[in-house]
């Protein structure tokens, strides 16, 4: 879809601009993405990780797309559960997150790696029982890796429908390999380097999945989340809507989301495909901008493949 001309899309632009920066206040984290000059970073201007991570719709769909997926495994669901101040702080919690993947990949080494510890340092005092009183950790490696393959796949997929951009072949192959170093930093192993591989994860880990209770009691909070902006419960149904339009066949199943959830789920990312021009209009200067502008790299680079750049 071609950008609307700015003359008639700048009060769109102008309210996106204030729901985004309403849900998303910048300034929060306390991450310098401006400092050290010349410093890439864990990922760095020629990754196509800057790329797909740039991409405003396609990273809250997919960050919601993920939560769905998440909510499947009930070792990991469990940490949430018992430790997460999920049912009355949600948007915290996106925050929070929201700020760990966008310092991970921005910010200069020395402040994405002290994230890393610092996370590293919260999941060492997760732990407990299932439902069922199976032990979980959050440190342990296979959750450490369902939790990123979720991630990683859900960002992919809304950064393919929501983008605009043509992704050339062995792109997903290449994000894939360069985004699971923050998980095996963590403590993450055999992480899926490629499409493939991510495909066969899925299939060996889906018979451990399940859709319970207590997911669907995480999927309630989730559906009926308070944004802190105007238009409130319109947007929210979009971009959750938008991000269940994500999911694999598979998951949509174990989800149990009827025919008529799957129209309504891809109405929302028919929506949010036609606004996604009007999100990048509203938001020249954010944080990818100031990680190109601290090595010296035009913004303009997180829309063209680092062979175009």
């Known amino acids: 879809m071609d950008a609307p001309r700015p003359g008639l899309a700048t009060p769109l632009t102008a309210a996106l601009r204030s729901w985004v920066l309403g849900v998303f206040p910048r300034g929060q984290s306390g991450i310098d993405y401006d400092a050290p000059a010349g410093d890439p970073g864990l990922f760095g201007p020629d990754s196509v990780t800057w790329r797909i991570h740039g991409d405003f719709p396609g990273m809250l769909a997919g960050g919601l797309c993920a939560l769905l997926l998440q909510a499947l495994h009930p070792r990991a669901l469990a940490g949430v559960w018992d430790h997460s101040d999920f049912r009355t702080d949600l948007v915290g919690r996106l925050r929070r997150t929201t700020a760990f993947v966008a310092g991970t990949t921005y910010a200069g080494t020395a402040h994405a790696q002290r994230l890393i510890a610092r996370v590293a340092a919260i999941h060492g005092q997760v732990r407990g029982t299932t439902a069922d009183g199976v032990p979980y950790a959050a440190d342990d490696p296979e959750l450490l890796t ?164």
């Open 146 to 309: 369902w939790v990123h393959v979720t991630e990683a796949y859900a960002f992919l997929q809304g950064f393919h429908a929501y983008a605009g951009l043509r992704t050339p072949h062995g792109i997903d192959d290449r994000y894939y390999d360069e985004s699971r170093r923050v998980a095996e930093a963590l403590g993450a192993r055999d992480v899926p380097a490629d499409r493939a591989a991510i495909a066969d994860y899925f299939a060996q880990v889906r018979p451990e999945l399940r859709f319970d209770a207590r997911s669907r009691e995480v999927l309630a909070v989730l559906r009926g989340i308070r944004l802190p902006v105007p238009g409130a419960a319109l947007s929210r149904e979009v971009f959750i809507g938008a991000g269940a339009a994500l999911l694999p066949s598979w998951a949509e199943a174990l989800l149990e989301i009827t025919p008529l959830q799957r129209v309504r789920h891809r109405a929302c990312a028919r929506v949010l495909r036609g606004m996604a021009p009007l999100f990048r209009m509203a938001l020249p200067d954010g944080i990818a901008a100031r990680a190109c502008r601290r090595v010296g790299a035009s913004p303009d680079i997180v829309r063209r493949w680092p062979d175009e750049a």
